[in-house]
């Protein structure tokens, strides 16, 4: 499929999805949602695909929503685009596939809705990172409140979401919002060095490491951990289970190749 508002590549089997308005930051249109909503399915149907990254293009991963396009919402436009962004962010959520957000500069409201809805962020020392909406009278509309506040608790999610103001790569690192920080000029072959990591790994593994986190995280104890039996024993139904610990025994690599027995 060919996109205006956002480019895709694919090359040996990470996928790339770059957010690209610079003009305006990245910030999110009607029209980006959409595409991205359609490239998340695309990708999601390509059994090629073993990581996604997602990136900005050139100083912004993606600064919010449109503002041009927030100015115009009454009630019932404002619920859908709302629901629009979320129901794009479920669906990205709900990837097989591990998902990494590549934050190269500000990712704020929606964008940092978007990078909350990755597995995790990396992100470059001059990354900015917060939800400002509350300077423009409203509050974050595609779940940011809620991950928000499971990624770094409660106080200080509504720090962030009441001041409005944006931290640093190293203060979102330090509440657990990122995961790690490189400079800006390693900062794309850093991540493509960790999603080749990934990309190596047995694919039935990885999805039950991200589907039992996910799932788990919102229910008490004992059924997550009923959860993550389930999942250990699926993967011991998968051909990357012999191969994993037979290389291991036979002191080499292991080669994983995916699918269940
Ligand atoms: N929506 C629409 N346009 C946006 C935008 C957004 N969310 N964020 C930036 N832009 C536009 C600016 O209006 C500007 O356009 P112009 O060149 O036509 O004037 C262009 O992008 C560059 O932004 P600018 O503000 O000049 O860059 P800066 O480096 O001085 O500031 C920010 C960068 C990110 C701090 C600032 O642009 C900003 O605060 N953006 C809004 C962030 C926000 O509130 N997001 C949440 C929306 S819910």
């Known amino acids: 499929m060919s996109y205006n508002t956002i480019k895709l590549e694919i090359s040996e089997c990470i996928a790339t999805l770059t957010f690209n308005r610079p003009d305006v930051l ?11 909503h359609s490239a998340v399915s695309e990708i999601q149907r390509n059994d090629q695909v073993k990581v996604l990254i997602l990136t900005g293009a050139d100083r912004a991963f993606v600064a919010g929503a449109d503002i041009k396009v927030l100015q115009g919402l009454d009630p019932l436009g404002a619920k859908q685009f709302a629901l629009t962004g979320q129901w794009a962010l479920f669906a990205l959520e709900a990837m097989d596939i591990p998902i990494i957000a590549c934050v190269n500069g500000f990712a704020l409201g929606g964008g940092c809705e978007i990078a909350m809805a990755c597995d995790f962020i ?6 900015k990172l917060g939800q400002p909406e509350i300077n423009l009278g409203i509050i974050p509309g595609f779940g940011g409140t809620q991950r928000l506040c499971r990624l770094v608790g409660k106080a200080r999610a509504k720090e962030l979401c009441m001041t409005g103001r944006m931290v640093t790569a190293q203060e979102a690192f330090d509440m657990g919002l990122v995961a790690r920080i490189f400079s800006a000029e ?6 493509l060095k960790i999603a080749k990591t990934i990309a ?11 589907h039992v986190i ?11 951990c009923a959860l993550e039996a389930d999942a250990f024993s699926v993967c011991c139904a998968s051909p990357d289970q012999k191969e994993g610990t037979t290389a291991f025994l036979e002191k080499r690599p292991p080669k994983f190749t995916g699918g269940l027995v």
């Open 26 to 36: 990245n910030a999110l249109s009607p029209e980006m949602l959409g595409e991205f």
């Open 200 to 210: 190596d790994k047995g694919r039935v593994a990885l999805r039950a490491v991200k």
């Open 122 to 127: 990396v992100a470059s020392e001059e990354a």
């Open 186 to 191: 390693t900062l794309v072959e850093e991540t």
């Open 214 to 224: 996910d799932d788990g995280f919102d229910v008490d104890l004992k059924t997550a």
